[in-house]
């Protein structure tokens, strides 16, 4: 429904019709009179003999005495229009703050007691441009702000909420912490006399609030700015505790510049690609003016034991504790109907609306997904505490507003994701909004999606298409609380599997079966999201709660599911070869999600709440509550040391879940290359099956790393179990894991494929950027690297060096050194150069990079993090590796590509050798 429309059907329901306020007009007079309290001139009833206009006298007429004429107040030529003046004609749509609108005006009704109280501002994208990261359906910023009021000014300023002062000294903080300005424009009329409110120009919104040009030009590099002139205001809605305006914004830029005659460096991002023309594109910015609770909710403190996200600040209000900081979990306000009883219908439970958008087909799986949830309240004493409805297909309210928490539907050229973002009181913690953005990557629902619909790399954490499709690859960047790709993640997941299944025949790709798989994936992923909108962080350990028997036991996976947490990013249980089909993916909550909603959500008096919630936490120590942030399970080569907190492993035993999932990528490409292609075939089903291969085999090489110089950590806190909060991983585990990469990853052997296979890989012709013939030796470096990069990287080089400082005098004997790690690589990525034998491409691309890297460390130090005792070592090795290469290349005996290979390894390292080292 349009804006006028809103505004009409509006108008007979509403108390804000003209009839109700024009009877003031008589009252409003044409001049105004100064109000001290506010600052600014307005018009008031109560002085309408002096708000007459002045009229010239007639000559000879008596003239008023001096007295009079120095007494009557100056006519202010800045003040004001009355009130009914500006809105003349207009419509009005009552709300938090009214809105009036006549033809492309649009006005704010500003209460004047509602002028310095605090109240939530946000900012949602309901429309966008629908690719690389700007998309449809997602939430934006949240700002606790007040209307400020300065003369004929009025100012929308976000408060400072990161610095408090609870304890007292409030002023000195406001004064050392600014707020910020988010809009500002004039007071366009008096006050109204009998709703003592203004009205202010809501064109002030019809700029940048949000930021957006910053982001366009970190996507694109090209300077976006908004376009207020062919910007407005299309629809708006409210009522008593909410007002949302939609603006529909244009951005443009004068002119995309030409492509450079040399090509950079650094690759130049294209324009837009999803635009008819890449330099204009509309947006589409839901602003919400929502009323806070009269009320602010009790707060609840978070425990490090267990992951809720957090309102954090800083309270400077006392200087008795050490530690200013405080955080406040994240929690919807949730009571019960009847306290005394044992299990209670809420006062007002948390509604998800299922957006109108999501296909009829998967509504009972995204309905399942959100109900799952009740199960965990309903062990803390809530019925029906979370309640799911659909909104109608005629609706005419975006959910998008921020009374109404949602299951969002979207589609982009280059989406997969899905996350659970929410916004709250700063005051305490209390969720007010939430919306979860689904991509339609469901409804694409199998394996095409990641390798083929998708397009190769253009998501986070689907890189591995670049190096064998020839896609650019790039990355999305969201906030913490909102940087959640398990959606595209789990797609991937399934690829994996259904080939599996396919290529052993167990499944068809358009199978009742098959969908089956798509109904538990999306219920498995709506589970995880809605987690989020309730509180929960990701849990990276709970995937070891289940043990590897119980995993391959289908009895206690259909009862307990295949991990401890939907939190977690979860594997695909697959079986092995010759091992009978189990439980596929979680379908239900795990012992951590009950664990964690009891901490948050169930019912404590005040006066026990401390005692209480240090007795839940405890259980922190139960093998089945491990737990385990985004902080813990980093996977970069700087980032994560507990090699038990991943992104999708599964069972107890991280280390054989990856060989296994190397076992099972070999059997895909042996089936796949098995199979005769037939008339009628997708032309890239083949390629797909080899590219969600590699997928695994990088996740695997990127996490078996972490057990080279790990340690295992847990959250105690200071004296609750008397647990070391850091030990060394066992150096038989390590030993195992650092001969799994010089076996497995780096063997050539591993990656073994047929010419008539790869002859026969076709593109998709229909393409423009079709790419080529595949790239093994790109892919397999890709897997190779990530691994190598980790085991030489500064960090690992100092936990090895340090790990028998957390280690007993009498306990040291057998533990991994350093030295042994560099041995092995050296015996292994060059192990020709003892057998005498060839080295094929695979091979010499892998010995490349490891000389690449050791002339970084041997020439610059390494960078920051690598100690002297790492350099040195790393020198020695370096020096025996030459001599290697001198005896080797002296036998003879090797074809050309290996003799040459072997000179030019020799030339480059004795030329690092006898460099100067760059001193960092």
């Known amino acids: 429904m349009s804006f006028d429309a809103k505004f009409a059907a509006a108008g007979s329901r509403r108390a804000l019709s003209l009839s109700t306020v024009a009877a003031a007009v008589a009252l409003l007079g044409a001049c105004a009179t100064t109000n001290p309290g ?19 006298a007639k000559p000879g007429s008596p003239q008023p005495p001096a007295a009079a004429q120095a007494a009557r107040p100056p006519v202010d030529p800045a003040a004001p229009k009355p009130f009914m003046e500006v809105i003349k004609d207009a419509k009005g749509l009552d709300g938090y703050f009214p809105i009036w609108r006549k033809d492309e005006k649009v006005w704010l009704e500003i209460p004047l007691d509602k002028i310095g109280k605090p109240f939530l501002f946000t900012v949602n994208t309901a429309s966008s441009v629908g690719e690389r990261g700007l998309y449809a359906s997602q939430m934006g910023m949240h700002q606790m702000v007040e209307w400020r009021r300065i003369g004929h000014q009025i100012q929308l300023v976000a408060l400072n909420t990161a610095f408090r002062a609870e304890g007292g000294g409030k002023l000195a903080v406001q004064q050392a912490f600014s707020p910020s300005l988010l809009a500002a424009g004039t007071v366009a009329s008096a006050e109204h006399p009998e709703r003592k409110s203004v009205l202010i120009d809501a064109g002030m919104f019809l700029t940048d609030i949000p930021g957006l040009s910053t982001r366009l030009e970190l996507v694109y590099r090209l300077p976006y700015a908004p376009d207020r002139s062919n910007s407005y205001f299309e629809a708006g809605r409210g009522d008593t505790q909410l007002t949302t305006l939609t603006a529909r914004m244009h951005f443009f830029t004068p002119r995309i510049p030409a492509p450079p005659l ?71 306000r949730l009571e019960k109907a009847d306290p005394a009883a044992a299990l209670s219908e809420p006062v007002k439970p948390i509604v998800y609306w299922l957006d109108k958008n999501i296909p009829p087909q998967y509504r009972p799986a995204v309905e399942a997904g959100i109900l799952e949830w009740n199960k965990a309240f309903e062990k803390i004493g809530f019925k029906n505490a979370i309640v799911a409805k659909q909104q109608p297909d005629d609706a005419d309210w975006d959910n998008m507003d921020a009374s109404h928490a949602s299951v969002r539907w979207f589609v982009g050229a280059d989406v997969g994701f899905a996350i659970g973002p929410s916004h709250a009181d700063p005051r305490s913690g209390e969720i007010l909004d939430a919306d979860i953005g689904m991509s339609d990557v469901f409804v694409r629902g199998g394996r095409a999606f990641i390798s083929e619909d998708l397009g190769p790399g253009m998501s986070a954490g689907l890189v591995q298409a670049p190096l064998i499709m020839g896609s650019q690859a790039r990355s999305q960047s969201q906030s913490a609380e909102a940087n959640c790709n398990y959606a595209q993640e789990a797609a991937a997941e399934l690829d994996f599997a259904l080939d599996i299944a396919e290529a052993r025949g167990e499944i068809a790709p358009d199978s009742p079966e098959a969908d089956a798989f798509i109904f538990a994936r999306i219920k498995d992923v709506v589970m995880h999201e809605v987690g989020h909108t309730l509180g929960l962080k990701h849990n990276f350990k709970a995937s070891t709660t289940v043990t590897q028997a119980q995993l391959k036991d289908q009895a206690y996976t259909d009862a307990h599911g295949i991990s401890g947490s939907v939190m977690d990013y979860n594997a695909y249980n697959i079986a092995a070869q010759g091992e009978a089909p189990t439980t596929l993916n979680n379908t239900q909550l795990g012992p951590y999600d009950y664990w964690a909603i009891e901490y948050a959500y169930k019912p404590i008096a005040a006066d026990s709440e401390a005692a209480e919630l240090a007795k839940i936490a405890s259980r922190s120590t139960e093998p089945a509550l491990a737990y385990a942030d985004d902080s813990d399970a980093g996977n970069g080569p700087n980032e994560g040391i507990d090699p038990l907190a991943n992104r999708f492993d599964l069972g107890d035993d991280p280390l054989a879940y990856y060989k296994k999932r190397l076992k099972l990528s070999q059997e895909l490409w042996a089936r796949v290359q098995n199979r005769k292609p037939e008339a009628g075939d997708d032309p890239l ?26 340690m295992y950590a847990v959250r105690d806190l200071p004296g609750s179990t008397g647990r070391a909060s850091y030990k060394p991983v066992e150096p038989a585990k390590q030993r195992e894991a650092l001969q799994f990469l010089a076996n497995g990853l780096f063997s050539a052997d591993s990656f073994k494929f047929r010419p008539e296979f790869l002859s026969t890989l076709t593109v998709d012709y229909n393409e423009w950027d079709r790419g080529g013939p595949v790239n093994v030796p790109a892919a397999v470096a890709r897997v190779q690297l990530v691994a190598l990069d980790r085991l030489l990287s500064g960090d690992t080089a100092v936990r090895l060096l340090d790990l028998s400082s957390y280690v007993p005098e009498g306990q040291r004997k057998g533990l991994i050194s350093l030295s042994e790690v560099f041995s092995t690589l050296n015996n292994t990525i060059w192990s020709e150069l003892k057998t005498g034998g060839e080295i094929d491409r695979l091979r010499r691309n892998l010995q490349r990079e490891h000389l690449k890297r050791l002339q970084s460390i041997l020439t610059k130090g390494g960078g920051p993090g690598v100690l002297a005792d790492a350099y040195s070592l790393v020198r020695l090795h370096a020096v025996e590796l030459q001599g290697s290469l001198k005896s080797a290349l002296a036998k003879g005996g090797y074809s050309v ?16 050798l006898r460099a100067t080292m760059q001193r960092v």
């Open 38 to 56: 506010a600052g600014v001139t307005e018009a008031t009833p109560t002085h309408a003999a002096t708000a007459a206009p002045a009229v010239a």
């Open 262 to 332: 040399v090509a950079p460096p650094v690759p130049v991002p294209t324009p837009p690609q999803a635009t008819p023309d890449p330099r204009s594109m509309f947006v589409s910015f839901v602003y919400n003016f929502a009323a806070l609770p009269e009320t602010a909710m009790s707060p609840r403190l978070s425990d490090p034991r267990l992951g809720h996200f957090m309102e954090s600040f800083t309270d400077l209000g006392k200087d008795s504790k050490p530690n200013p900081r405080v955080h406040y979990i994240k929690r919807w």
């Open 685 to 710: 089903r083949r390629r797909r099956s080899l590219v969600n291969g590699f997928n695994q085999l990088y996740r695997s090489a990127e996490l078996v790393g972490k057990y080279v110089g790990g």
């Open 897 to 912: 590509e290996t003799r040459a290979h072997l000179a030019e390894s020799l030339d480059t390292l004795s030329t690092v």
